[in-house]
């Protein structure tokens, strides 16, 4: 992957590393020891203690049991936007659909606002289906014999929505999604990109609190693809709704996510912002996902602070610890010595560390992490205040 393939994430300097994305953090989706067995009797699966420490292919091979969600738990945020990823079946299309019950759990809950939906009766399951979830797919599932119009005001159509009001509706999400024009076209008389759009107004069209996309735009070509992402993150930035995104392209969850969920054989592995990814990956997989970031697009100050004092620091430049590093390297060229980085505002503002040209240029020029920072190789005899160095000040980067 080259370097231009990279994004700045959107985490970056937005919120606060391994935290929700709404200042209170209230869950929407609570996820609570979830699996998803395949096979015969799967029920038996996850109390099986034996199984501990077995892959997902180990338990397949001595159970004939697939274990494609493990024992999973985690938050998503009112207003995040959650990326899951994982390579070609790791598990994350049957964790998306679990969440709505679209595949039965084998065990675990999942709680929308607090509402247990693995405790649901069928009919309002539907309800929270209709009115609350939207899901959109890579393969758009327009009705072709339906108007742009009547594709998107068609779910509002089968929750009784009455014919002028419905149409007002999708009228407003059309334009909303920049289609305004095309309400009377058919979907064989749209481009790829322009039916995506359409799946998206139709998601949107019942005001949904939470947006599910699964692979959305895979089969879209590049630059499409970059539009349509454009296009999530306006909307998101213009209605604020909880979006849950399932991708196995690394830069596109960069680039949408304010968190990354990565599973591995049906479990999770680490859960984190990008910077956390990239700068503390759990282990060889996640660091193998992250190897070709280039790092001074995705790190900030935070992880390359060096936190003794600096021989001279009268007069430092000062610089917000959120800062992209390369963001970052204008000023840090330009002082004279290193830059303070401090962390919160006002009277609550701290100074967590100094930044000097080397350690800029160190990443830059791809030299991996500082040696002070450098993650301890697992078997690596390091001190407890040598781990405490590797995580930046107030990240939690481990798993939920
Ligand atoms: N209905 C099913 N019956 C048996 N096994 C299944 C079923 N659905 C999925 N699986 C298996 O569960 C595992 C996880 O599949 P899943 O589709 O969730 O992965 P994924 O990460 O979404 O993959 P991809 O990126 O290729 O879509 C795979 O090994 C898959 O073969």
């Known amino acids: ?127 929270v289906r209709r009115n609350r979830i939207s899901m959109v ?10 108007t742009v119009l009547n594709n998107v005001g068609y779910g509002l159509q089968v929750r009784g929505v009455g014919r002028a009001e419905r149409n007002r509706r999708a009228a407003e999400v059309v334009d909303l999604v920049g289609l305004s024009g095309y309400e009377q076209r058919f979907p064989d008389q749209l481009s790829g990109g322009m039916q995506q759009r359409v799946g998206l107004a139709r998601a949107l069209a019942g005001d949904p609190d939470v947006l599910v996309f699964d692979e959305p735009f895979s089969a879209l070509d590049p630059l499409i693809r970059r539009d349509m992402q454009a296009e999530v993150i306006r909307l998101h930035r213009d209605m604020g709704k909880t979006m849950l995104f399932i991708t196995h392209d690394l830069s596109e969850a960069l680039r949408l996510g304010d968190r990354i969920l990565i599973m591995r054989h049906g479990e999770l592995v680490q859960i984190g912002t990008g910077d956390e990814l990239v700068g503390a990956p759990a282990d060889d997989y996640v660091a193998d ?73 160190a990443l830059v020029a791809g030299a991996g992490r500082p040696p002070h920072r450098r993650r301890a190789d697992a078997g690596d005899a390091a001190t407890a205040t040598e781990s405490a160095a590797i995580e930046p000040a107030a990240a939690t980067g481990a798993p939920a």
């Open 1 to 127: 992957m080259t370097a231009a393939a990279h994004p700045l994430p959107r985490t970056a300097g937005r919120t606060a590393p391994g935290r929700p994305a709404t200042a209170d953090g209230t869950p929407d989706f609570s996820v609570r020891s979830l699996w998803k067995v395949f096979g015969h009797r799967p029920d038996r699966i996850p109390g099986d203690r034996s199984l501990d420490g077995l892959t997902g292919p180990e338990v397949l091979a001595r159970t004939g049991c697939l274990p494609a969600v493990r024992d999973m738990s985690f938050d998503v945020a009112r207003g995040e936007v959650f990326v899951v990823m994982g390579l070609s079946g790791s598990g994350k299309s049957t964790l998306v659909r679990c969440l709505t019950r679209l595949v039965e759990p084998t065990a675990g809950r999942v709680l929308l606002e607090g509402q247990d939906l693995t405790a649901l009766p069928p009919a309002r399951l539907r309800d």
């Open 137 to 146: 797919f890579q393969h758009f599932g327009l009705l072709p014999h339906r």
């Open 289 to 361: 996902f992250v190897a070709d970031v280039p790092r001074a697009d995705v790190l900030t100050l935070r992880w390359i602070a060096r936190p003794d004092d600096p021989p001279d620091a009268a007069g430092a430049a000062t610089l917000p610890a959120d800062t992209v590093v390369r963001a970052a390297i204008p000023v840090v060229s330009g002082s004279a010595g290193p830059v303070r980085v401090v962390d919160g505002t006002g009277t609550d503002q701290r100074t967590l560390g100094w930044v000097g040209r080397d350690d800029v240029l």
